[in-house]
């Protein structure tokens, strides 16, 4: 089996949404069972705070300079600012709570069972990187483990184990 990777790193999600409706679709239209598609997603930011306001504070800078650089590059600017950005993309930014919640609304979307994060840590310390990755490991995995779950990827490809 080849899993899908959707990046979702540009747009909001429902250009992505729709690129794995039509991946299961296909996937069918060859014989197999669309539970059997295994898809994974990946983030355009990836910061946790105690709460939302500072992990947006936080964040902002590292915002502001990819912003900065798509307007130099002469890129696309979808989301104008870090508010939107962090509502309407798929970056993992705020409370340990609102990362759950986001990541089950994108989950509703894409059924994704593999999640990427953006561990960078251009425009935050590596003390906040540190604690941001604390609190996904403490506070919101092992929530999204029990809501959402995951098949090992050695069971679906018939290996034995996984080499990561």
Known sequence: MTPLFSANVTYSIEPYAELVRYYRQRWEFYGHSAQDALVGAGTAGFHIAPTSQQAVDEYRLAFEARLAFQRRAGLPVVFESIEDFVDRS?????????????????????????????????????????????????????????????????????RKEVVV
Do not use: C
């Open 90 to 158: 798929s970056a993992l930014i705020g409370s340990p709570q609102q990362v759950i919640d986001k990541v089950s609304r994108y989950h509703e979307q894409l059924g994704h069972e593999v999640i990427h994060l953006s561990a960078e840590t251009d425009g935050v310390t590596v003390a906040q990187k540190r604690r941001s990755l604390e609190l996904f490991q403490a506070d919101v995995a092992p929530v999204l483990r029990k809501q959402i779950t995951s098949r090992p990827l050695a069971a679906l490809s018939g």
